[in-house]
């Protein structure tokens, strides 16, 4: 009795097909991480000096970068920073940040972060030039207003700021009562 070593023609072609099938069947890419944080992905900030605005003018805005330790970091992505009463410094040459909070990390150990630490800003050279020129006029500040993520790395919005008169308060709250009756009216006549 002797073996057919080949398999018949259609079983060939049948085979053929199937292996062919599989190997242009391809799943859509996923994406890369779709729980990931939208702090971390830089969707939302991680953390607004809302009462900037209200105390300060602000005249001009930067974005400087901020040297952080990783437990600091993590605490940023979790929503642990506070800037309420922070502010930035030119002391030496180079850009500081004074009393910013950022909270402990909940699983650091004993190398966890001080949290009220002097933080450094990474500016260029002729950036910190241009501000010691301008914080040495009389009444401007620098005013961290946001700290986010941006490619990964945390950043931080540094604002000129002049501060407000007890009555700049008062003009800047009529002004913003009088803007929102005025929107209501139109959204009012809208609907009629």
Do not use: C
């Not at 909270?103 to 501000?131: M, Q, S």
């Amino acid at each position: 009795m002797q073996r057919n070593p080949r398999p018949p023609a259609h079983v060939v072609t049948f085979l053929d097909r199937m292996a062919r099938a599989q190997t242009h069947q391809t799943k859509p890419n996923p994406e890369k991480n779709p729980r990931r944080d939208p702090t971390a992905s830089g969707q939302r900030d991680a953390a607004v000096n809302r009462i900037a605005s209200h105390n300060y003018f602000l005249l001009e805005k930067f974005e400087t970068g901020i040297v952080l330790t990783g437990t600091e970091v993590k605490s940023v992505r979790g929503g642990k920073a506070n800037l309420k009463d922070s502010y930035g410094l030119v002391k030496d040459g180079e850009l500081w940040l004074l009393n910013a909070h950022i909270g402990p990390y909940d699983h650091g150990n004993i190398f966890n972060h001080a949290p009220l630490r002097t933080r450094k800003l990474l500016v260029h050279k002729d950036e910190v030039r241009k501000l010691i020129g301008k914080t040495q006029q009389k009444g401007l500040t620098l005013i961290p207003t946001r700290l986010y993520f941006k490619n990964g790395r945390v950043k931080v919005e540094l604002a000129l700021a002049k501060g407000k008169q007890l009555w700049d308060k008062r003009e800047t709250e009529r002004r913003r009562t009088a803007d929102k009756e005025a929107r209501e009216a139109v959204a009012r006549g809208r609907r009629r």
